[in-house]
């Protein structure tokens, strides 16, 4: 079987995102049987490596494309990192805390948010979650602030506007599902997406982008989905990223990513 390489997102596509965060015995059966099949799997996820979880590195990946292509580590050898300049950093929070707009920072090896300002339940189940897990957690007003990239709240209002004036002269604004009067943002920076690590990681390889496949539920995953040369997308999928795939599969709990893997005949 001729080897290829696979890049699977992480939440809602290996593990549940109804707060169980279970991985599918499917799931973990197809991936073990993808490497013995010769094929390369990697992780490419929006998540920074830091809350990249044990569970999921146990699974046997040869490596991690973190924070939508702003890190990665390759037979756990760190072989890309962009952080963001802290003085852009600082300006960020400062606009966010001017607009009163909610945001978990995420770094590498930390994660932040300005406690001045309204901790939703979203926000809040994050940063209990995360304490829980003993991540270190900092707040933007720290000497060491910083952020790779982050996830916000904003109001749908004159206020975002002036949000993405300012941020989309550096960074890329991803909607990522707006609930009533709050748009929901992935911020990244310019230049990097799950597309750029997964072009990275091939080149470095030398393995041809025909020989890549990419499997993915939500709009952050987009860029991974559109760059391989085969894609398929969880059951369930938001419509914009159904029209992007191969196929659309089952539903996770419903052996979906185990089903697409054997359709693409990986395994």
């Not at 390489?5 to 965060?21: M, N, P, Q």
């Not at 929006?46 to 699974?59: A, F, H, M, Q, Y």
């Not at 952080?83 to 707009?101: G, H, P, S, T, V």
């Not at 004036?165 to 599902?177: A, E, H, N, P, W």
Request: proline share 2%.
């Amino acid at each position: 079987m001729e080897k290829s390489i696979l890049f699977f997102d992480i939440d809602g596509t290996i593990v549940s995102e109804d707060g169980r965060h279970i991985i599918p015995k499917s799931t973990k059966d197809a991936l073990k049987q993808a490497r013995e099949n010769g094929h390369i799997i990697m992780v490419n996820t929006g998540r920074t490596s830091l809350i990249v979880d044990k569970n999921v590195r146990e699974l046997g990946f040869s490596g991690l494309i973190c924070g939508c292509g702003t890190q990665i580590i390759l037979d756990d050898k760190e072989i890309l990192r962009h952080k963001n300049d802290a003085a852009k950093c600082r300006e960020i929070a400062d606009l966010f805390e001017k607009l009163k707009i909610s945001a978990i920072f995420e770094g590498a090896d930390q994660m932040g948010y300005n406690k001045d300002l309204e901790i939703n339940d979203e926000l809040r189940s994050m940063i209990d979650l995360f304490e829980q897990m003993n991540y270190r957690m900092i707040t933007t007003d720290s000497n060491d602030f910083y952020f790779d990239k982050l996830f916000c709240w904003a109001r749908d209002d004159e206020s975002f506007e002036e949000f993405e004036s300012v941020l989309s002269k550096d960074f890329g604004i991803i909607r990522r599902g707006d609930t009533g009067i709050i748009r929901r943002c992935e911020v990244v920076p310019k230049g990097y997406s799950k597309a750029t690590g997964m072009e990275f990681v091939m080149k470095k390889l030398g393995i041809p982008r025909e020989r890549s496949f990419a499997f993915g539920d939500s709009t952050n995953d987009l860029p991974m989905l559109e760059y391989a040369a085969h894609s398929a997308a969880m059951g369930g999928c938001p419509p914009d990223v159904a029209q992007k795939v191969e196929f659309v599969t089952d539903t996770l709990y419903n052996d979906g990513l185990a089903n697409a893997m054997k359709r693409f005949k990986l395994i």
